[in-house]
């Protein structure tokens, strides 16, 4: 396969990449500039607990739990009967060694649905089990450290989850899928317009997606000299900070080289010089960009499936899965650290497979 389109900015996006940091670093600055931003809303002792979490957590995921602490300090600081009004900087250990089991059931219960600065804000029992388990884990710190006299959260139910369905397209919706990103079918007027100067940028990404399982984080992450066509490959930095190879298919490769050939004639905005996908803007394309993208191909390529780019990553696991029915590879590539996470994600294929096969042994001929 040629790759005169790479080459070319290899020689010029290389020295760039000495300059600039990788865009995971540049986005863990700011993740840790944003979290000093909230904790400096709470509590001294909650830097402490998020502290003790830094060398086993990234800044994401530290952002995580202060959000939902300080949810959890906005109630109590607006509807709890006891501390209602006071200061949320000035809660006390005291003051939290007199909460009770019953004040978590009234915040759950309360952050079902609730209206604040004239905005509605509703949470399913996904999200309250996930705010309980971070107050867990805090209150756990708290107790351990002889702060509070209990960990009350311990003694307070877990919402109960109803196990959803896997949604993950077949290789007919697959096709029908990338023919609306190709061909702009099904779109507005006012889509059609943006789809003429975007579609071979669109369908480089789609396709990438859909034929290595990455994660749109790591997508968007991409730098232009992060792809190999040496080896057919990319390099991406996973969840935990850690890079990995991930290799793409011949049919990504060639919508890859059409998208650098145009790439190539695009003078990125200051600062993204580096990027892989840009925005119409000319900057680093975002998360929710792609996440807007998938939306709309997906509105009418698959009308009866909520399909986003979560879903393009099952998509390739259960393809890969099917061909090989190696859950060790399929977890590799994903970049799953433990196998039981992408056995409990494909189990029902194991189960399709066992029911195909129920006749396979015969016991007596006929």
């Given at each position: 396969?040629?790759n005169n389109s790479?080459?070319?900015?290899?020689?010029?996006?290389?020295?760039?990449?000495?300059?600039?940091?990788?865009?995971?670093?540049?986005?863990?600055?700011?993740?840790?500039?944003?979290?000093?931003?909230?904790?400096?809303?709470?509590?001294?002792?909650?830097?402490?607990?998020?502290?003790?979490?830094?060398?086993?957590?990234?800044?994401?995921?530290?952002?995580?739990?202060?959000?939902?602490?300080?949810?959890?300090?906005?109630?109590?600081?607006?509807?709890?009967?006891?501390?209602?009004?006071?200061?949320?900087?000035?809660?006390?250990?005291?003051?939290?060694?007199?909460?009770?089991?019953?004040?978590?059931?009234?915040?759950?219960?309360?952050?079902?649905?609730?209206?604040?600065?004239?905005?509605?804000?509703?949470?399913?029992?996904?999200?309250?089990?996930?705010?309980?388990?971070?107050?867990?884990?805090?209150?756990?710190?708290?107790?351990?450290?002889?702060?509070?006299?209990?960990?009350?959260?311990?003694?307070?139910?877990?919402?109960?989850?109803?196990?959803?369905?896997?949604?993950?397209?077949?290789?007919?919706?697959?096709?029908?899928?990338?023919?609306?990103?190709?061909?702009?079918?099904?779109?507005?007027?006012?889509?059609?317009?943006?789809?003429?100067?975007?579609?071979?940028?669109?369908?480089?990404?789609?396709?990438?997606?859909?034929?290595?399982?990455?994660?749109?984080?790591?997508?968007?992450?991409?730098?232009?000299y992060d792809i190999?066509?040496?080896?057919?490959?990319?390099?991406?930095?996973?969840?935990?900070?850690?890079?990995?190879?991930?290799?793409?298919?011949?049919?990504?490769?060639?919508?890859?080289?059409?998208?650098?050939?145009?790439?190539?004639?695009?003078?990125?905005?200051?600062?993204?010089?580096?990027?892989?996908?840009?925005?119409?803007?000319?900057?680093?394309?975002?998360?929710?960009?792609?996440?807007?993208?998938?939306?709309?191909?997906?509105?009418?390529?698959?009308?009866?499936?909520?399909?986003?780019?979560?879903?393009?990553?099952s998509t390739y696991?259960?393809?890969?899965?099917?061909?090989?029915?190696?859950?060790?590879?399929?977890?590799?590539?994903?970049?799953?650290?433990?196998?039981?996470?992408?056995?409990?994600?494909?189990?029902?294929?194991?189960?399709?497979?066992?029911?195909?096969?129920?006749?396979?042994?015969?016991?007596?001929?006929?």
């Amino acid at each position: 396969m040629e790759n005169n389109s790479l080459n070319d900015y290899k020689k010029s996006s290389k020295p760039d990449a000495v300059k600039h940091e990788s865009y995971a670093k540049e986005l863990s600055k700011k993740q840790i500039i944003r979290l000093r931003e909230i904790t400096n809303e709470l509590p001294s002792y909650v830097k402490l607990f998020l502290r003790s979490i830094e060398e086993t957590t990234q800044p994401r995921t530290r952002i995580a739990y202060a959000y939902d602490i300080k949810y959890f300090f906005e109630y109590l600081h607006e509807e709890n009967l006891a501390l209602s009004g006071k200061a949320i900087k000035d809660i006390s250990f005291d003051d939290l060694n007199h909460l009770t089991a019953l004040d978590f059931e009234e915040y759950l219960s309360f952050i079902t649905l609730y209206v604040r600065d004239g905005r509605e804000y509703t949470n399913d029992a996904r999200s309250k089990k996930r705010k309980l388990c971070a107050l867990r884990v805090f209150f756990a710190y708290l107790y351990k450290q002889d702060f509070i006299e209990e960990n009350v959260t311990a003694k307070v139910n877990m919402p109960k989850i109803r196990e959803k369905a896997i949604i993950r397209m077949d290789a007919n919706e697959t096709a029908d899928f990338l023919d609306h990103v190709e061909f702009g079918i099904g779109l507005t007027k006012n889509e059609q317009r943006f789809h003429e100067k975007l579609s071979t940028r669109d369908l480089a990404i789609m396709t990438l997606m859909l034929s290595t399982g990455i994660r749109v984080s790591e997508c968007v992450g991409l730098n232009l000299y992060d792809i190999d066509f040496n080896n057919m490959r990319i390099k991406v930095t996973r969840k935990g900070g850690n890079e990995a190879f991930v290799f793409f298919s011949d049919e990504a490769g060639s919508v890859l080289q059409d998208y650098l050939a145009e790439r190539k004639n695009i003078t990125p905005a200051d600062g993204h010089e580096d990027a892989l996908f840009l925005s119409s803007q000319k900057k680093r394309l975002g998360v929710r960009s792609i996440e807007l993208i998938v939306k709309k191909y997906s509105r009418t390529a698959t009308p009866l499936k909520h399909i986003t780019p979560h879903k393009l990553r099952s998509t390739y696991g259960t393809a890969l899965y099917q061909e090989t029915g190696d859950i060790y590879l399929v977890a590799d590539v994903l970049g799953h650290k433990d196998v039981n996470t992408t056995r409990k994600h494909y189990a029902d294929m194991d189960e399709n497979k066992k029911r195909a096969n129920r006749n396979a042994v015969k016991l007596r001929e006929d």
